[in-house]
T-cell receptor, first 114, second 114 residues
Framework: AQSVTQLGSHVSVSEGALVLLRCNYS??????LFWYVQYPNQGLQLLLK??????LVKGINGFEAEFKKSETSFHLTKPSAHMSDAAEYFC????????????FGKGTRLSVIA | NAGVTQTPKFRILKIGQSMTLQCTQD?????MYWYRQDPGMGLKLIYY???????DKGEVPNGYNVSRSTTEDFPLRLELAAPSQTSVYFC?????????????FGPGTRLLVL
């Protein structure tokens, strides 16, 4: 069965600094990978996803993630943090065909310090 | 286009009471999902539906029931509320059930069982 590990339940960065949120997955077949963001008291919204093709995926709000099969990783980055990026970020994996449920990581809370 | 809507936003239940969490989507999506979110635990799938009249269990279905009589609505029923069901509940939908499909989330219902 697939699983997702997010390293660090809480990450704190200064405004303007690099954001790096780590996600590793386990899967016996090529996965589909997602990053969702949850702002306070809101539902989740999709930041970006990898299905097939280019391994560097660009998402909304300047975020991007790179699928590295050899490292079983899908880390999320943003060159320069903004105060509005403070939120909880979830990595998720799905694989196979048909109605394959998403499996979510436990989440990483990002704080941005002025 | 409201997307996925959920009611109520917040509810306090006494142990043993029952309630229904409502979920409606206006995107004509076939697939709908119910998740619960507990602090530090990510999201766990409770039930899902692949179309009107068809539902299936997710990872944590015990204590819950669902029905899907229309494409738009997917209510979640708690029959005998227990403190362990204190959580935030999210409904989501997707147009298809394939592994790479984006799920769209509602704003959530916060439930407290005392």
């Amino acid at each position: 069965a697939q699983s997702v590990t997010q390293l660090g339940s809480h990450v704190s960065v200064s405004e303007g600094a690099l954001v790096l949120l780590r996600c590793n997955y386990s899967s016996s077949v090529p996965p589909y990978l997602f990053w969702y963001v949850q702002y306070p008291n809101q539902g989740l919204q999709l930041l970006l996803k990898y299905t097939t093709g280019a391994t560097l995926v660009k998402g909304i709000n300047g975020f991007e993630a790179e699928f590295k099969k050899s490292e079983t990783s899908f880390h999320l980055t943003k060159p320069s943090a903004h105060m509005s990026d403070a939120a909880e970020y979830f990595c998720a994996v799905s694989l196979g065909s048909g109605n394959t449920p998403l499996v979510f990581g436990k989440g990483t809370r990002l704080s941005v310090i002025a | 286009n409201a997307g996925v809507t959920q009611t109520p936003k917040f509810r306090i239940l006494k142990i043993g009471q029952s309630m229904t969490l409502q979920c409606t989507q206006d995107m004509n999506h076939n697939y709908m999902y119910w998740y619960r979110q507990d602090p530090g635990m990510g999201l766990k799938l409770i039930y899902y539906s692949v179309g009107a009249g068809i539902t299936d269990k997710g990872e944590v279905p015990n204590g819950y029931n669902v029905s899907r009589s229309t494409t738009e609505d997917f209510p979640l029923r708690l029959e005998l509320a227990a403190p362990s069901q204190t959580s935030v509940y999210f409904c989501a939908s997707s147009s298809q059930g394939g592994a790479g499909e984006t799920q769209y989330f509602g704003p959530g219902t916060r439930l407290l069982v005392l």
